[in-house]
Nanobody, 124 residues
Framework: QVQLVESGGGLVQAGGSLILSCAAS????????MGWFRQASGKAGEFVSA????????YYTDSVKDRFTITRDNAKNTVYLQMNSLQPEDTAVYYC?????????????????WGQGTQVTVSS
């Protein structure tokens, strides 16, 4: 039974920063690619970022490039999303996701398990 628990969301002023954490259960964390998605109110889910199993490659949607950074600490079974220069359009529920594959994916349906999400609200 794999469980993902996100934390670190909250309310921040535009231009501010937050770091999201996703703690994963199980001993196979290091074998899984991990990703972050977000869903704004009234909109479909959106890919944000992903990191490969071997921590050798990362992926970002264009709107967050140079602002967000995904990292992972396999020893802690945790993936992080450092979010800088936050903008109101970043407001969404952020979800951590994992898949049994070496590489990340842009597509939500490629992921096997999901956290329950953490709310990020950016005010202007």
């Amino acid at each position: 039974q794999v469980q993902l628990v996100e934390s670190g969301g909250g309310l921040v002023q535009a231009g501010g920063s937050l770091i999201l954490s996703c703690a994963a259960s199980g001993r196979t964390f290091s074998s899984r690619a991990m990703g972050w998605f977000r869903q704004a109110s009234g909109k479909a889910g959106e890919f944000v970022s992903a990191i490969n199993r071997n921590i050798g490659r990362t992926y970002y949607t264009d709107s967050v490039k140079d602002r967000f950074t995904i990292t992972r600490d396999n020893a802690k079974n945790t993936v992080y999303l450092q979010m800088n220069s936050l903008q109101p359009e970043d407001t969404a529920v952020y979800y951590c996701a994992g898949r049994r594959d070496a590489s990340g994916s842009y597509y939500d349906y490629d992921y096997d398990y999901w956290g329950q999400g953490t709310q990020v609200t950016v005010s202007s």
